[in-house]
């Protein structure tokens, strides 16, 4: 079941005189900010901005005119989560007879400069970044031109002041933990991959609350979070099955580095789930491939962007509010063929 | 290295007079056809578009304006090929400063009815449609609002009359024949799926060809052609493999088909490769991920895609001709884990 934060009381409609007098400018100057003419200092120009977004200002005569599309913004497609969010968008768009514009960013955990002004002059009807945050100069274009703008964040942990969707990161790494102390491991590594995301962070912190819970010695030293260019490697997996004492479960904070781990195991001859335990996080479509099938925490991807295009929507329709959406849904566990009890 | 078939030679431009005339009808029903108004018999109506088809008479108006993007439609986004192909469109897209808009049809193997109107409405600077045909209709729809179309088929095999990027699926299926013989297999299943796809039909023509080629007997029994709803189905694999005398070898024209033939070598206990070979067709990501690793025929999804996205510009820039291109790139055997040669 969805959690969701907030509520959304609508507020009235702001002047630009009233904007300019909230920010001690003039009404000239507040002009200019709005419509990114140069002569303000960068100081001058964030506190108008601010103003301007407190109040939910819109330029004059952008309330109707946008085109009939959503557009979904990946840094990158080659991403393994794209393709189900395209399913998700492309499914609620339809049903508003929208379309569904993709395009690339190019940056990693974030959007490219100028980006923000290329979909402003585009006017979607709404916009669905796949990403952390963006610039605060990029959400005040957005929000300038009226166009609003949903974070999907499969991996992180995005901005307080950005409508977002998520899913339950900590309880998702608190069921794998759970499902693998319940077989009877206690001996569990973790390939957790970049600590600068909160996801993976939130991932791992899971984890460690239920190994707690359980009376279980965390072993710091079986917990690999290094940012993996290549996130299928088998490096953190050899590192972990090479030791003298190795651990008799792994737990990956994506199927793909859990891949990365089938491979380790694979190498050094170690049988999944025999000798090996494996638990994965996100549940691609790939996890249902593998030899043996991975047993995961499904990430409701698709399911995910359904409500970031529902939100979007939703915003294009409603007066701007000063409140925030973060909906997070529920992560799951699947279990299949790559976990068993240890070998006695 | 791709094989072109045609060049594009120019055309003058006809008046609607002249295609009137062609067509022996008065210029005021030709006017009507072209703007879609009722009062004009079915047979006039295809005989006056394709007069206009014929000239590549374009409505006046229509030259210049259109959307900065292309629309890539397919019947459903949840085929297994959708990812690779939006990928190769976006990079090609975002080269020449266009968008990609992706929409889905949603019936099998063709468009739905009513899409032509939706799309030349939207206008974009061109369509590539992954399927295999379209309705006349909607051919003369997009022709006369001069949206220019571009066929992407790695399934079936499109009509004549479409620009179309394909692969070579005779040659594909051949070489995962040749594979298996040469490794030392006589006795080989094929699971082929539905016989109304002409590069099914093409694939297991290669198939049967390299056969021959070695003196090898075709037992058609071994051939399992039906259209399968879930193409992941054990059930066409369980057919070969519990038969008295069962095959060494298995050629599925898709990698799902492959990986349902492992769920049915699973489930009888049937190692892969050492007492069964099995050779894909796709080489979807899936396939470096499975246990073992699948064997397969590369279809280069993502090129294709970029062809069609080139095509369609290009078509869009220059005059229309009375030529049709098809493009075939060319498929390679990709090497895995899940063949080798039979036991002795």
Redesign the interface.
Known sequence: MPSKTTAAPKMPRATLEAVASEASVSVATASKVLNDRPGVSPETRERVAEALRRNGYRKRGTERAY???I?IVFES??GEW??EL??GA??VA?AHDL??????SGVRHSVAPGWAKAVSR?QPAGVILVASDMPPSDKFELRARNVPFVIVDPAGDPAPDVPSIGSTNWSGGMAAANHLIGLGHTRIGVIAGSDDLMATRARVDGFRSAMRAANLPIDDTLIISKDLAMEASPEPGLQLLERAERPTAIFATSDIKA?GA?EAARALGINIPDELSIVGYDDL??AH????PLTTVRQPLREMAQEAAKLVIRLRQEEPTSTVDRLELMTSLVVRGSTAAPRA
């Open positions: 085109a009939p599309q557009e497609l080659d794209a393709i395209i399913r492309v499914r339809r379309t569904v514009t993709v395009t690339e585009r891949l089938y479509p790939v491939w593998a030899g043996p």
